[in-house]
């Protein structure tokens, strides 16, 4: 008995000094991580703005599937936010920017505040990401931290399998992809509700995700039934001034009237005659579809017909699969037939070419 209470004793005072120990550890944290990745640095920049691609990659709640993620109508920019619930909860918000340079955060994690800096410089071999992160632990966390090689080891892992899954998914995701050409297509009409923008090319993908949020929360907010998956028209392409003009949509069974003064306006889609094309991967892959397409257009004699404008049709999107690998998207450029010489034979009708039969499209 005597040697069970020495032991005893010694266990408290073990745990004691454990406990002061530990309290006695500096709280606060001040820890930065690096990685090269092979890809430009606007596109890991978009990437990592838009918080709803931080399923894939941020290592807090990459690694839970019990957790549940929240969105608001915008996940991008300066004020933007996201939050989850399940094992942990929390919430990140982007308080500043610079871009394509830096991005600044703030997170709470169960209650523990902290920050975020990402830093994005080019470099050999691709863009240098940096993440840098401070905060201050509470007891619990110090504990943990204490028990699991300190806090530099533990942030510092965090912060390494950030950037190690940041790594993984533009190197693998953005960059395996397909292009199918599918030969003629009729596109079919339909009514539709849009909104249209003019941007710099660089900045197109990152305001179709912005617009097309919006877009839907309109929807919803309206209780307006999709009738078919989102789609965008390419209005308007400066090359010369680099502007593009376009107007993201979402088609409807039936024409909508909109009230005078708002960014949300009605439309019709009428059918036309196409070359259409599939991409299978991230969207920044649909400009090498639009080459592939104009090489099979001048390859089979045929020619764009401008009075109709080119779309985009996403099929398969983020809202469906976080995997940017298995997004798809298809392409419609119009077209119609070259007129040929009188003195050659006398065109053949559309139908009648030596290429894929043409197909019916259902509405997007």
Not at 5 to 31: C, H, P, R
Not at 34 to 44: L, N, P
Not at 163 to 179: G, M, P, Q, R
Request: proline share 2%.
């Amino acid at each position: 008995m005597r040697i069970l209470k020495y032991l005893f004793l010694i266990l408290i005072l073990l745990f004691v000094g454990a406990s002061v120990f530990v309290t006695t550890q500096k709280a606060d944290y001040n820890v930065e991580r690096s990685e090269i990745i092979k890809s430009q640095k606007s596109t890991i920049f978009n990437f990592v703005s838009d918080f709803r691609n931080w399923e894939t990659f941020y290592s807090s709640v990459a690694s839970d599937e019990s957790h549940n993620f929240k969105y608001p109508e915008t996940t991008t920019g300066i004020g933007s936010t996201f939050s989850w619930t399940g094992s942990t909860s929390g919430s990140v918000k982007t308080i500043s920017l610079k871009e394509s340079e830096s991005i600044f955060q703030k997170i709470n994690t169960d209650g523990t505040l902290s920050t975020l800096t990402w830093r994005f410089k080019d470099t050999i071999g691709g863009t240098k990401v940096t993440l840098l992160t401070k905060g201050v632990l509470d007891f619990k966390s110090k504990v943990l931290a204490f028990f699991n090689g300190g806090i530099t080891k533990v942030v510092g892992d965090d912060c390494e399998k950030s950037l190690l899954n940041l790594n993984k998914t533009l190197v693998y995701e953005i960059n395996n992809y397909s292009i199918k050409i599918n030969g003629l297509a009729n596109k079919s009409g339909c009514f539709y509700l849009k909104q249209t923008l003019l941007c710099r090319e660089k900045s197109v993908l990152k305001n179709i995700k912005i617009v097309m949020q919006r877009l839907k929360g309109f929807f919803a907010k309206n209780n307006i039934v999709m009738n078919g998956k989102p789609f965008v028209i390419y209005d308007r392409y400066d090359k010369i001034n680099d502007l593009i003009k376009l107007s993201v949509c979402i088609s409807v069974r039936d024409s909508i009237f909109i009230s005078q003064g708002s960014d949300i306006q009605s439309g019709k889609l009428s059918n036309f005659n196409s070359v259409k094309a599939t991409v299978i991967g991230d969207y920044s892959h649909c400009q090498k579809a639009w080459k592939n397409i104009d090489n099979f257009i001048n390859k089979n004699n045929l020619e764009q017909d401008k009075s109709h404008k080119i779309i985009e049709v996403y099929v398969k999107s983020s809202d469906e699969t976080k995997n940017p690998s298995k997004w798809i998207t298809e392409v419609y450029v119009p077209i119609y037939t070259k007129p040929t010489a009188k003195k050659q034979t006398a065109k053949k009708p559309l139908d009648s070419i030596s290429i894929p039969t043409p197909v019916n499209v259902d509405n997007p």
